[in-house]
């Protein structure tokens, strides 16, 4: 979990200056990103099958650089409201994220309680690996819903 964080932190500074200095919109360096993001996602749920030891930490270095992308949108937030709310704009797109996962913890944990407990060792929940699949299927098809409606998102320019 730590590589992603590592990931994160050069992602984001990775994204920002492409962002900055590649004469393209936002959106499409967003885009991009986001597109990528799914592709490491999918590496991480599809290739569950493989010995994955040894490429882990890259794995989630790599989930982490992608995901770097996600400040972009809070700099794409300024160009689609007014002035006057802004600051408000802004705020609740960088707390719904948090919202978001908050709420996804609850549901993931519903899944594996419903389809995957296995049994309880000193007081301890034991989960079938085939419930964890589910929960990350389920990441998996929210990220891609979340890539294509991103797709529709309109730029505009505050005087």
């Given at each position: 979990?730590?590589?992603m964080?590592?990931?994160?932190?050069?992602?984001?500074?990775?994204?920002?200056i492409?962002?900055?200095?590649l004469?393209?919109?936002?959106?499409?360096?967003?885009?991009?990103?986001?597109?990528?993001y799914v592709?490491?996602?999918?590496?991480?749920?599809?290739?569950?099958?493989?010995?994955?030891?040894?490429?882990?930490?890259?794995l989630?270095?790599?989930?982490?650089?992608?995901?770097?992308?996600?400040?972009?949108?809070?700099?794409?937030?300024?160009?689609?409201?007014?002035l006057?709310?802004?600051?408000?704009?802004?705020?609740?797109?960088n707390?719904?994220?948090?919202?978001?996962?908050a709420?996804y913890?609850?549901?993931?944990?519903?899944?594996?309680?419903?389809?995957?407990?296995?049994?309880?060792?000193?007081?301890?929940?034991?989960?079938?690996?085939?419930?964890?699949?589910?929960g990350?299927?389920?990441?998996?098809?929210?990220?891609?819903?979340?890539?294509?409606?991103?797709?529709?998102?309109k730029?505009?320019?505050?005087?």
């Amino acid at each position: 979990v730590m590589m992603m964080s590592i990931g994160f932190s050069f992602g984001a500074f990775f994204w920002g200056i492409v962002s900055d200095r590649l004469n393209v919109s936002r959106k499409k360096v967003y885009l991009f990103g986001l597109i990528l993001y799914v592709l490491a996602w999918l590496c991480l749920t599809l290739f569950r099958y493989v010995s994955l030891n040894s490429w882990l930490h890259i794995l989630f270095f790599v989930l982490g650089f992608f995901f770097g992308v996600i400040p972009i949108s809070v700099a794409m937030i300024k160009s689609l409201f007014p002035l006057k709310i802004m600051g408000s704009a802004t705020g609740a797109a960088n707390a719904l994220p948090f919202v978001g996962g908050a709420l996804y913890q609850l549901l993931i944990g519903y899944i594996l309680d419903i389809f995957g407990l296995e049994r309880i060792e000193d007081g301890v929940r034991i989960y079938s690996s085939a419930s964890y699949e589910l929960g990350f299927i389920i990441c998996l098809f929210s990220l891609i819903l979340a890539t294509i409606m991103a797709f529709f998102i309109k730029i505009y320019r505050n005087p």
